[in-house]
């Protein structure tokens, strides 16, 4: 069986976060979003690793990141894709499916200039 690269898997939950947005033409508030999600990290790095560990029982850190996006008034796409992130126990690689996006963000920017 092929591993398939954590940039490859971050790459394709941004993808599907970006289109989810796009298609609701919110792909600016969901672009504000993930800023604050990425200055989040920064501030709160522990917490951020903390969650980022596998675990077998992901139902706290589904509960952790529910309540942040609740508490940061997250559109529903944001936090549903949260929630699904962590439901598949893909939190390790949220700074790379942000960055992902942000990518996605510019390149659609681009392309519509």
């Not at 439901?87 to 510019?106: D, P, V």
Request: with cysteine.
């Amino acid at each position: 069986m092929q591993k398939i690269s954590k940039y490859k898997t971050a790459s394709t939950y941004a993808r599907a976060w970006f289109y989810a947005a796009k298609e609701n033409k919110q792909e600016d508030l969901v672009f504000k979003e993930i800023q604050l999600l990425r200055e989040s990290m920064r501030q709160e790095a522990g917490l951020w690793h903390m969650l980022s560990q596998p675990t077998d029982g992901n139902e706290d850190k589904i509960e952790i990141i529910s309540d942040l996006a609740r508490k940061a008034q997250f559109s529903e796409i944001s936090f549903e894709t949260l929630k699904m992130i962590a439901e598949n126990n893909r939190l390790g690689l949220l700074r790379f499916i942000c960055s992902a996006f942000i990518k996605n963000y510019y390149k659609d920017k681009d392309d519509n200039c």
